[in-house]
């Protein structure tokens, strides 16, 4: 339960609490202390936490308050309401997108390189490839024996090719001679001699390259300078004559 209960955004703290009050009910701030592993010059904040969210009530008795978690279905409720404040700050973030991109064009930026560890940065090329492509990049890619992102991100994939038939974003992609077909459905694909040694999957669109390699840990490197993409790109061009449909 605790864990769920921080997922949807209650601090440890906060998760510890509930889960105290629902399992033992009305109490005072003296016995969830006991119960669980929180300070007492902190109960009482955590609990008004808990109560601005909707999640714990108090009643008064001889002047005391007694704490309890509200119903279960609050829960849900407080999700509904994360969800409306995030569409409110969705809204907001994109209003002032423009002024941002503007303030980033003005700073000189010769190289700039981005480290991600886990899956999200494999993730977020598949969602950049998108958005260069709908500006009108060329997508170009060297693929592996393997299909990792079938293996460990095949929702993610999945959605790639649905968003590349929607705004009709194509790739050209690069295998080694008949080890798979591809799957993707705007990918022009030709395959190199076996001896060629396609290692990790690197792609690139526009000013960027990213490599992803999928072995443990997960690890994705984009770098975003033109020079370094124009030279990758002119090593695909090269790759792209002598390989074969």
Request: aromatic fraction near 10%; proline fraction near 5%.
């Amino acid at each position: 339960m605790r864990e769920l209960l921080v997922k949807i955004g209650l601090t440890p703290g906060e998760a510890e609490v509930y889960e105290v009050l629902v399992g033992i009910g009305l109490c005072s701030a003296g016995t969830i202390v006991k119960k669980a592993s929180i300070a007492s010059s902190k109960v009482y904040d955590v609990l008004q936490r808990l109560i601005n969210k909707g999640l714990a009530s108090y009643i008064v008795k001889n002047g005391v308050k007694y704490y309890d978690a509200t119903p279960p279905e609050r829960l849900i409720d407080f999700l509904e309401e994360k969800r409306e404040s995030i569409k409110d700050v969705e809204k907001e973030i994109e209003k002032i997108i423009p002024s941002i991109r503007l303030k980033r064009s003005s700073v000189k930026e010769e190289n700039k390189v981005v480290v991600y560890n886990g899956v999200e940065g494999a993730k977020i090329v598949l969602k950049e490839t998108i958005d260069a492509g709908r500006k009108g990049a060329e997508l170009c890619g060297y693929g592996t024996d393997e299909d990792p992102y079938k293996d460990f991100l095949p929702a993610a994939i999945q959605e790639h090719f649905r968003d590349q038939i929607k705004y009709n974003v194509k790739w050209k992609l690069l295998f080694t001679k008949g080890r798979w077909q591809s799957p993707n459905p705007r990918g022009e694909v030709r395959y190199l001699p076996k001896g060629f040694n396609l290692p990790v999957r690197t792609m690139i669109y526009g000013n960027k390259i990213a490599i992803v390699d999928f072995s443990s840990p997960i690890t994705t490197i984009i770098i975003e300078n033109k020079g370094v993409a124009q030279s990758y790109k002119r090593h695909f061009d090269f790759l792209w004559k002598i390989a074969k449909p």
